[in-house]
């Protein structure tokens, strides 16, 4: 392997990743429409609403919504302070935006892998399972933990970016490059 396939490597599983990502969301989105039209159909057509709908809709959108803020994450479009760090000189936006993916680490690996693992196993354990759908809620929280595993996967990425030296906007150009 040469010097320039290693250094693409991480450059084509960052693209994998999230293209991977984008297929699970359109998945997930389809699914949730559909859901919900057949819901709205069963309700004012049949006269009554399919009792799985309303469960369903609630699930899929706690998965849409996590991983999708973990896409977003990944293309750096998470809401900031931008105002002010611009204000600042190009060294202080490097520290801030790694005092910020740091602090994204740190977040996302206690509260949301951690916690969210504590908190699958132990729904898991008590054997809880939902009433429409009757999957267990474990399956269900392991959105958290996941969504946690991506947000900590692409904050350690754009540590790696800054710490290599990148300015905060070069770094920003990668992933939209990506």
Do not use: N
């Not at 600042?88 to 693992?117: K, S």
Request: aromatic share 12%; with cysteine; hydrophobic share 50%.
């Amino acid at each position: 392997m040469s010097a320039a396939d290693a250094s693409s490597l991480p450059q084509r599983t960052h693209r994998a990743l999230v293209a991977g990502l984008e297929w699970v969301l359109v998945a997930g989105f389809g699914g949730l429409t559909l859901d919900v039209l057949w819901g709205v159909f069963s309700r004012y057509v049949l006269g009554e609403q399919s009792p799985w709908t309303e469960e369903l809709a609630i699930y899929l959108l706690v998965w849409v919504s996590l991983l999708g803020a973990a896409l977003t994450y990944s293309e750096k479009g998470h809401l900031g302070v931008d105002y002010f760090v611009g204000k600042m000189d190009p060294d202080a936006q490097r520290v801030a935006a790694i005092v910020v993916e740091v602090t994204v680490l740190i977040f996302a690996c206690f509260a949301l892998v951690y916690g969210g693992w504590v908190l699958v196993s132990q729904t898991l354990a008590t054997g809880q399972v939902s009433p429409g759908l009757g999957i267990r809620m474990g399956y269900v929280y392991f959105a958290v933990p996941l969504c946690g595993a991506f947000f900590a996967l692409f904050a350690a990425e754009h540590l790696w970016q800054l710490l290599r030296g990148q300015t905060v906007a070069e770094s920003r150009d990668d992933v939209a490059d990506a």
